[in-house]
């Protein structure tokens, strides 16, 4: 058989890759996992899973998708935004914590969150991710932030409650806080210095890994368990094995596993664009590494910004990066596993409070308010959605809200009265600010904005109605440049208007259609009742048609 055979089935990056790319993906690949195991821990502890199932959703999903992704330099595991959702729904699913019962929910889950994802890509459905506004987003990830560093502070402390909502969870840890133990606050607290130092003075080396390695150190020669501090414990070492899901569990969890999908979906997109080269592939495969993953243990993961970010600027140039983080992580459970049983549990929650804090930016808040009060109120319903009534519940709200207020304003579109400025044919809205703008006896200048259809042509005629009784008009001229579109209910509405007009001796024109609106209205009875002489090509003309009448008139 031709040697070009082994082409056809090797990846294309390994194909394509390049002998001078070589030790830039190793180098990246190094770094990325330095950055990304620790935080993989924290976050399957987030999830209220074994650290080692953030390991092996360090391992399976990333080498999958280097091995079927399309992206380069994606690189893929879990996230913040997903572990809060994963323990969201384990939480529900799960109440006792039992960690068997966890783990094989886990694994339900992730395989719904795979199937849902390669479902969507076959569908085409992407398109969803689309009504998530960028505000919304904004304030769901402050939201999730807060509720993070809230869950996180009772292992910092070394207190221990109930947990509950949000509420109930921080007046728990005001109620229990006489109980800190001062060791395990001290361990929390100087692993959140040293982090935001390294991040401050010396951001390019790898502060999670220096992080956990220093916190391993102080804990084996500090005998810090005998000291109060609770340590991870055991972790089973060796490579993932196989897990069965509980199918039982699929109706109770494929809700969650939708807002789950969703939510990595917008992250994989939104770190794949940011950091995309020229010509390169949308990111794609991330179901299948799901549903691999969720083969042997991991839990739902995605594209992540941050990680993306570092694998970026470390260098990577190729899919081989990603092989070597996930390499990485394989040699992590195989030989590393005792050493990371020492380590605190109060260091891995400093760890997510320091990342979580990222995703609260009040700037982004102001920047949105100092634009548009509208979208802020929705960063705000967000935001105070999740706090208050959980992560999925919450962005729901979010969404509903933002796609209400919408709805509102397509059914509610302005109508401006036109003017136009001296000595130019520039027309524009009446305003105080401009009181020399001309206006033209008996003429009515209005301009309508975005489509026409009916849920709002009725509003729009309302809204004429007002104006033409104040300044009793001879011609209504309606700009409809900025009119998309006009559809039947619509049409038939303004055939009203303009038969309702024509009794009072008032003339109804139509300018600066597009060619799809001109055709439209043409084949409409508002085309017959408007003629030729009805409409025109743009508001230059409509008045010079105008006032050459009034003077044929007089």
């Not at 074994?50 to 280097?66: N, S």
């Not at 080396?205 to 992080?211: G, I, M, Q, T, V």
């Not at 995605?302 to 470390?314: D, K, M, P, R």
């Not at 301009?447 to 109605?465: D, L, M, S, T, V």
Request: net charge positive; proline share 7%; with cysteine.
């Amino acid at each position: 058989m031709p040697n070009h055979w082994w082409f056809r089935v090797l990846p294309e990056w390994l194909v394509s890759s390049r002998a001078d790319w070589l030790r830039a993906d190793i180098v990246a690949g190094l770094t990325t996992g330095a950055i990304i195991i620790p935080k993989a821990m924290a976050y399957a502890m987030m999830a209220g899973l074994p650290v080692q199932v953030g390991l092996y959703t360090a391992l399976v999903p990333m080498a999958i998708y280097a091995v079927l992704g399309t992206s380069r330099v994606l690189s893929v595991s879990t996230t913040t935004t997903l572990a809060i959702l994963t323990a969201a729904q384990l939480g529900q699913v799960v109440p006792n914590g039992n960690p068997v019962a966890l783990l094989r929910a886990s694994v339900t889950l992730t395989l719904l969150v795979g199937a849902t994802l390669l479902l969507a890509s076959l569908l085409r459905l992407g398109i969803v991710a689309d009504f998530i506004s960028e505000p919304v987003l904004v304030g769901f990830r402050a939201g999730i932030g807060l509720v993070i560093v809230v869950d996180q502070i009772p292992k910092i402390l070394g207190i221990h409650f109930a947990r509950g909502t949000f509420v109930q969870n921080v007046l728990s840890i005001v109620h229990t806080f006489p109980k800190t133990s001062l060791p395990t606050l001290a361990v929390g607290l100087t692993i959140i210095v040293f982090l935001l130092s390294m991040e401050r003075f010396l951001p390019k080396l790898p502060a999670p890994l220096l992080a956990v390695t220093s916190a391993i150190t102080c804990a084996y020669f500090l005998n810090l368990h005998h000291r109060g501090v609770e340590l991870v414990g055991d972790i089973p070492p060796g490579v993932p094995s196989l897990v069965k899901p509980d199918l039982s569990l699929i109706t109770m969890l494929w809700p969650g596993a939708l807002g789950i999908a969703l939510m990595s979906f917008t992250e994989t997109i939104a770190a794949g664009r940011a950091f995309a080269r020229k010509d390169e592939p949308a990111p794609r495969a991330t179901g299948l590494a799901n549903v691999g993953g969720a083969l042997f243990g991991a839990m739902p993961g995605g594209g992540g910004t941050t990680q993306t970010a570092v694998n970026v600027l470390a260098g990577s140039r190729t899919q081989l990066g990603e092989m070597v983080t996930a390499a990485m992580a394989l040699g992590t459970t195989l030989f590393l596993t005792p050493l990371i049983a020492m380590m605190p549990q109060s260091a891995l929650a400093a760890l997510v409070i320091v990342y979580s804090f990222g995703l609260i930016k009040p700037i982004e808040f102001r920047e949105i308010l100092s634009i548009r009060r509208t979208e802020f109120s929705w960063a705000i319903v967000a935001f105070a959605g999740v706090v208050l009534v959980g992560t999925l519940k919450g962005i729901i709200v979010a969404i509903i809200v933002s796609l209400v207020t919408l709805a509102y304003q397509v059914a509610n579109p302005p109508v401006y009265v036109l003017r136009r400025k001296p000595g130019t044919n520039v027309f524009r809205p009446q305003s105080p600010e401009h009181p020399e703008d001309e206006s033209f006896p008996g003429l009515l200048l209005l301009r309508p904005e975005g489509p026409i259809f009916f849920a709002n042509a009725a509003q729009i005629a309302h809204k004429i109605e007002p104006l033409v009784r104040e300044t009793q008009p001879k011609v209504i001229a309606v700009d409809a440049s900025g009119v998309l579109d006009m559809e039947y209910t619509a049409l038939k509405i303004f055939a009203q208007v303009a038969k309702r007009q024509s009794q009072d001796g008032i003339r109804l024109w139509l300018v600066g259609m597009n060619p799809g609106v001109l055709a439209v209205v043409e084949r409409s009875p508002l085309g017959h009742i408007l003629q030729r002489e009805g409409m025109h090509f743009n508001l230059e003309i409509a008045v010079g048609r105008y006032l050459s009448d009034e003077v044929v008139h007089e």
